[in-house]
Every structure is written in structure tokens, then in C-alpha cells.
């Protein structure tokens, strides 16, 4: 048997706000559909990598920490924390430990995520 990744999907009450915050954050594009129960990020030309995005409508509100969460990794890491704050992003925490480092954000909707440093 073999599996493959191809996307994570997030549960929300703003699916297109969430959406247009990681579409913006990771330099993807919201894709373009009649649902607005459910937004999914697809990917951009250029350097965009990785799996779909799908953002989820829900009515129940998030509670606790997140089991699972993404990790960004840039060269420039102070003005990229800017630039996510810029788009309403909260930057939560600073962390470093044996040469990484690393910082905790809430996306709007307070689903935690990590900037590190390259």
C-alpha cells in the first residue's frame, strides 16, 4: 500500500477569511468557487509548494491547542514575522534552542503555526 499527501484541511467559522490569511502567507491563491462553506487554497505559480489547503466551515468554535500545526521556514525571518502580523497573524512566542530558532503565530482565527529560521 502507498499514500501520498495531498492536503490539510482546517476547520473554521471564516472559511474564506482563514483562507485569504494563508493564501497570503504562504504566496498561494484562494481559489475561486460559488461554496461559501468551504474555501480551498490552491497552489501559485512560482515557488508555492506543498499540499492543498482546504478550509472547512464549522459552527463549533476552536477550544484548545492545536494536535497538529504547519511550520513555515524563511531566510528572513524577522520581516517575514512582520509580514505576518501585517496580514493578522498574532506572533504568540520566541524560541530558541541548539542554533534554531523559531516563533509560534495564531493565524485569525487562532490556529497556532511556526515561523523558523533558515
Known amino acids: 500500500m502507498s499514500n501520498s499527501l495531498v492536503a490539510v484541511s482546517f476547520d473554521c467559522a471564516d472559511a474564506r477569511t482563514v483562507a485569504e490569511f494563508w493564501a497570503a502567507a504562504t504566496g498561494r491563491r484562494v481559489a475561486e468557487d460559488e461554496s461559501t ?11 508555492a509548494s506543498g499540499p492543498t489547503f482546504i478550509f472547512n466551515a464549522v459552527p463549533e468554535p476552536k477550544t484548545v491547542k492545536n494536535r497538529v500545526h504547519i511550520d513555515l521556514a524563511t531566510d528572513t525571518f524577522e520581516a517575514e514575522a512582520d509580514r ?35
Open 37 to 47: 462553506a468551504e474555501h480551498v487554497v490552491l497552489l501559485a505559480a512560482g515557488t
Open 84 to 118: 505576518l502580523v501585517s496580514l493578522g497573524g498574532r506572533r504568540l512566542a520566541d524560541y530558541e534552542q541548539d542554533n534554531f530558532r523559531w516563533a509560534t503565530f495564531a493565524d485569525v482565527e487562532g490556529n497556532e503555526f511556526d515561523l523558523i529560521a533558515r
